[in-house]
């Protein structure tokens, strides 16, 4: 059971605050419901009987915060080359409303942007997944969506180069040595 003014997670729409519980009389059955406010002033109403059942849960604290962006300074980790594989797998770590894993789909779908970018359909889900992780790190690490959204970029940025980019250039300094200390025209000197 939650109360007004929890910090709570709804499961692919992101984090909020209880504005109110309120009864209504929905298709002539009456329900007490969550009104949560959502970012962008949207709000959402949940029934308060299955909001455990849908996935509703608290915000993370700080420190589990401070996990997330671990998540977000590691290496990608597996994804399948199907992309309509990859789509299902990551819906479904969505579905979750695990922060660690939508952390996971943010990382990997921001890598495989960098590199050689997405389908119409996965650059969506990076953005609804990046607007979830950003909207309940903001609640939990009490800073504007500015901040997070800046940290969260920063810290893929970082991560990416550290496990990607020198691969890249290292690939590039062995092909010019090799070019450099083996003549293929025939004219070695051995």
């Known amino acids: 059971m939650f109360n007004v003014g929890d910090k709570i997670v709804y499961p692919m729409h992101g984090a909020g605050t209880i504005d109110a519980i309120e009864e209504k009389d929905i298709l002539g059955e009456r329900q007490a419901y969550y009104i949560i406010k959502m970012p ?24 589990n915060a401070g996990k997330v962006f671990q998540i977000l300074e590691e290496n990608e980790t597996e994804m399948s080359n199907n992309w309509n ?24 779908l921001s890598f495989k942007q960098k590199e050689k970018g997405l389908s119409t359909g996965e ?4 953005g609804n997944a990046k607007q979830i992780l950003v909207s309940e790190l903001v609640l939990a690490e009490h800073a504007s969506q500015e901040e997070v959204e800046q940290l969260v970029e920063n810290k893929i940025t970082m991560s990416f180069e550290e ?25 070695a000197n051995v």
Request: proline fraction near 4%; charged fraction near 40%.
């Open 40 to 63: 962008g002033e949207v709000k959402v109403m949940v029934p308060t009987a299955k909001a455990e059942e849908i996935g509703v849960r608290n915000i993370i604290n700080k420190e």
């Open 85 to 108: 594989k990859r789509y299902r797998d990551n819906m479904e770590k969505m579905k979750s409303g695990d922060i660690y894993e939508i952390a996971d789909v943010v990382r990997n």
């Open 123 to 126: 650059k969506k889900m990076l």
């Open 163 to 187: 496990y990607k980019t020198p691969i890249e250039e290292n690939t590039q300094i062995g092909k010019d040595i090799v070019k450099k200390f083996i003549p293929f025209d025939g004219t």
